[in-house]
């Protein structure tokens, strides 16, 4: 079955950066689209950002619009997502998502597929 993992996650300054990677076990890559998700202690699973299957259109979370980008290779069957100016409200698990509908979903109910997440922990 599909299978996706992440990687990139780790300690961090405020400040700082980190790219977060997500590699999709399926040879039909470009037929889904991508999102990343986070979830915070206490808190629910909330949308960061998603892209396109052709890579052209992305979206965000007001909340990480302007230091989050996501991207996408679909020769490489890989999901990025470039975490700039790095804020202690951003540590949480971060989990890459993929979704086979024509729509591009902005809720964790749309996704089908899910990794296991990757920690992200910013000190301040």
């Known amino acids: 079955q599909v299978q996706l993992v992440e990687s990139g996650g780790g300690l961090v300054q405020v400040g700082g950066s980190l790219r977060l990677s997500c590699a999709l076990s399926?040879?039909?890559?470009?037929?889904?689209?991508m999102g990343w998700f986070r979830q915070a202690p206490g808190k629910e699973r909330e949308f960061v950002a998603a892209v396109t299957r052709s890579g052209t259109s992305t979206y965000y979370a007001d909340s990480v619009k302007g230091r989050f980008t996501i991207s996408r290779d679909n020769a490489k069957n890989m999901v990025y997502l470039r975490i700039n100016s790095l804020k202690a409200e951003d540590t949480a698990v971060y989990y890459c998502?993929?979704?086979?509908?024509?729509?591009?979903?902005?809720?964790?109910?749309?996704?089908?597929?899910w990794g296991q997440g990757t920690q992200v922990t910013v000190s301040s």
């Open positions: 998502a993929a979704d086979g509908r024509l729509r591009v979903g902005l809720t964790p109910g749309e996704y089908e597929y």
């Open positions: 399926e040879r039909s890559f470009k037929s889904y689209a």
